[in-house]
């Protein structure tokens, strides 16, 4: 709740499950928001960081591109990690290299006949 206060979310999507038109995956944008005018994807997490955690965001803003009409690479990914009792922290995923990973994810699963 706390960090809700403080980020000041607008919300446009919650847990909305969507399909990307072009790449056929599909999944639930934790959430789809605008802070402070500028359009992002919002994960909550429990538990520590992890790496894949930038490609798991990454998917998430792919997906977002069609509700806000903004390139996936402009939309900014955000993590509010859950730390503790009234605890927590929130990283940036900045790095553009997150959305070539997750395009060979896709790729990778769809090669080893995984989805359909």
Known sequence: VRAVEILAPEWISIEEPL??????????VDRICRIGGVVGVLEIKTGCEERWHGIQTALQAMLA????????????????????LRRFAVRAHEDLRDY???????????VE???R
């Open 19 to 28: 399909r990307h038109p072009t790449l056929h995956y599909a999944g639930r």
């Open 65 to 84: 591109e069609q509700i806000v009409r903004v390139p996936a690479r402009l939309i900014e990914r955000r993590v509010i990690y859950l730390t503790g």
């Open 100 to 110: 070539l990973k997750a395009e060979r994810v896709i790729h990778r699963v769809r």
């Open 113 to 115: 006949g995984l989805v």
